[in-house]
Each structure stands twice: as C-alpha cells, then as structure tokens.
C-alpha cells in the first residue's frame, strides 16, 4: 500500500509561479513511475506530466511543456511540480498519482493505482 500527500496548492496571479510537492510513504519501493494529473471544474481528470522513479526520464502534456517541471528526490520520497507562468486554465485540483510498472509516455487515469487527495491550484486573471 502506497500512500501520496500532495502540498503547495493555493492562489496565485496570471503568470506567477507555484511549487507542488507530493510526499510517498510506505511500499514506495514499489513505484515505478510518479506523475501529476489535474482535474478543473467540470472536466476530467487529465495528465499534466510523470517522471520515472529510476531512470529520471521525463514527459509532460503539451499544454504545460515548457512551463512546468517535474523532479524527484528518492531520499525524501517526494516528486516536485514547479509551475511557471500560469494562465487561469491551469486552474484545477493537482493530484499525485503512482503506479509499480510502466511508461511515463502510459498517461491514462487506468494506469495509476495510488492517487493522493489534491491540492487545489488557482489562477486569477
């Protein structure tokens, strides 16, 4: 069992910056790929961008590539989400999401198996 703990949600201004942060603890041997996925009021849940536990290897959304960053550190058990010049359509609940095996290029919500409870991003115009 894999528990996730996202942090760092919260208000900011068009073209500010937020730093998320999800924390894993228990079987965390057992993920293989950690990604974010975001969620905004009425819409489905989509992936924004995931990162390989071992390898470091990277893939993100189109919509964000460019603008976000993800990274880990395994000594903490903690993946990061810097985002950078944020628009109001980044609004949205973030959520962490883990899964054993895989790709990150997988970006299916079917993929993931262990999901945190969201933080909450907004974005004012």
């Not at 057992?30 to 989509?46: D, H, K």
């Not at 992936?47 to 536990?53: C, D």
């Not at 999401?97 to 907004?122: E, P």
């Amino acid at each position: 069992q894999v528990q996730l703990n996202e942090s760092g949600g919260g208000l900011v201004q068009f073209g500010g910056s937020l730093r998320l942060s999800c924390a894993a603890s228990g079987r965390t041997f057992s993920l293989g790929v950690l990604a974010w996925f975001r969620q905004a009021p009425g819409m489905e849940r989509e992936f924004v961008a995931a990162i390989g536990r071992s390898t470091g290897l990277t893939n993100y959304a189109s919509s964000v590539k460019g603008r976000f960053t993800i990274s880990k550190d395994n000594a903490k058990n903690t993946i990061n989400l810097q985002m950078n010049t944020l628009k109001p359509e980044d609004t949205a609940v973030y959520y962490c999401a883990g899964r054993q095996f895989g790709s990150i290029y997988s970006t299916g919500l079917k993929d993931y198996n262990s999901w945190g409870q969201g933080t909450q991003v907004t974005v004012s115009s």
